[in-house]
Structure formats: structure tokens, C-alpha cells
């Protein structure tokens, strides 16, 4: 059973950069094509799509987030990373990382981690 | 951007009762919409993907249909664990893209 394990700093200071892991265990993040993907959950409000990286090392970013963001594979380690740039208080969410399934052209999000609370705050 | 709009915000029923929520698209996304239900303090999961295709393990209570612009989930009977917030999410334009969220209360 494919299981997914979200860690980093629960608080960082305005303007600071974010960095999250999440850790997989299961399964091989470098084999059956799958996307790892990053979404975030904003207190309150609904969830936004980050973005992924592919298993070849690919990635693609929601454009309101693209100057600011890099999602990255360590295939050593079996993780997928985030770092997220000058952050502000609009950055304060709960952060999951997520596996991409396709079925035909489509995608969904079929494991989830149980996702980490980054307050963003001096 | 692909606009997700969900109806209603939130809805009361009882055990047993039969409930539908409703998704639409600001444009067409063929069949390309998966729902997720997310209980308070979890991750959301996985229930219906391609519209109406059933993840793995999920009750058959749960089923979903639409095409196009417009898609509804439905609880055939509603159980005491399905109280939680429903959300669609189309997965054929960049960016992916959410509802704001459907409350189940029981």
C-alpha cells in the first residue's frame, strides 16, 4: 500500500522560502509513470492545485504560483520536494503532496498525504 | 482557468435520505471530473474519477454522472461516516482546478 508522509517547518517568517518533503513509501517514485503533484488547502477556503513533476524529473506550475515555486524528486531518497519562495501570509495553508493517476487524458489524485499546516508568520 | 462551481454549499439530511450535489464547469471538460470526499482533519480521498468510474474500496452508495459542463455526485443512502465536505476537481486544463466544497451534514 502506497503511503505518503508530508515534513518540514510548521512556521516560516515572511519573505523566508518554504521547504517541505514528503517522503513515499509502497512503491518506486521513479517507476510507472506517475505524476507527484503538490496542493494546498487555504484556512477556510477551498484547495489549489501547485503543481507536479513527472518520474523523468519534468515539472509543470500553476501560473499564480510559477515564479515563486519548484517541485523536485530525490529518487535516492524516494521523496518528492516543494520549496516555495518568498512567502507571505496568503501562503499560510495546509500543504499535501498527492499521486497524480491518469485514466485516458484525465487526471485525479489518488493518494494523498495526511498534509502539514505552514503558518507564515514573524 | 477552468472555474469549478458547486451546489449547494452545504446541505442537512438524515440517515438513509438520498443526496446530490452538482458540479460545473466553465467550459466543457468531456468526462474529465473527479469527486473526493475530505472528513474534518483528513486528506481528501479519492471516490469517482472520469465522472463516474468508482475508486477502489469506495461504497456503491456512492455514484457519480454528467458529461460536458454539468456533473452530480449522489449518496444513494446516506450513512453516518459520509457526514464530510465533497469536492469536484476537472483534470483536463492546466491548471487543475477545484470546487469550493459541498457540506454534508447528517
Known amino acids: 500500500q502506497l503511503q505518503l508522509q508530508e515534513s518540514g517547518p510548521g512556521l516560516v517568517k515572511p519573505s523566508q522560502t518554504l521547504s517541505l518533503t514528503c517522503i513515499v513509501s509502497?512503491?518506486?517514485?521513479?517507476?510507472?509513470?506517475?505524476?507527484w503533484t503538490w496542493i494546498r488547502q487555504l484556512p477556510g477556503k477551498g484547495l489549489q492545485w501547485i503543481g507536479y513533476v513527472y518520474h523523468s524529473g519534468s515539472t509543470y506550475y500553476t501560473p499564480s504560483l510559477e515564479s515563486r515555486v519548484a517541485i523536485s524528486l530525490d529518487t535516492s531518497e524516494n521523496q518528492v520536494s516543494l520549496r516555495l519562495n518568498s512567502v507571505t501570509a496568503a501562503d499560510t495553508a495546509v500543504y499535501y503532496c498527492?499521486?497524480?493517476?491518469?485514466?485516458?487524458?484525465?487526471?485525479?489524485?489518488?493518494?494523498w498525504g495526511q498534509g502539514i499546516l505552514v503558518t507564515v508568520s514573524s | 482557468d477552468i472555474q469549478m462551481t458547486q451546489s449547494p454549499s452545504s446541505v442537512s439530511a438524515s440517515v438513509g435520505d438520498r443526496v446530490t450535489i452538482t458540479c460545473r464547469a466553465s467550459q466543457d471538460i468531456n468526462k474529465w471530473l473527479a469527486w473526493y470526499q475530505q472528513r474534518p482533519r483528513q486528506a481528501p480521498k479519492l471516490l469517482i474519477y472520469?465522472?463516474?468510474k468508482l475508486s477502489s474500496g469506495v461504497p456503491s452508495r456512492f455514484s457519480g454522472s454528467g458529461s460536458g459542463t454539468d456533473f452530480t455526485l449522489t449518496i444513494g443512502s446516506l450513512q453516518p461516516e459520509d457526514s464530510a465536505t465533497y469536492f469536484c476537481?476537472?483534470?483536463?486544463?492546466?491548471?487543475?482546478?477545484f470546487g469550493q466544497g459541498t457540506k454534508v451534514e447528517i
Open positions: 472520469a465522472a463516474s
Open positions: 476537481q476537472q483534470g483536463t486544463g492546466y491548471p487543475y482546478t
Open positions: 498527492a499521486r497524480v493517476r491518469y485514466f485516458d487524458t484525465s487526471a485525479s489524485f489518488d493518494y
Open positions: 509502497g512503491g518506486s517514485i521513479s517507476t510507472g509513470g506517475h505524476q
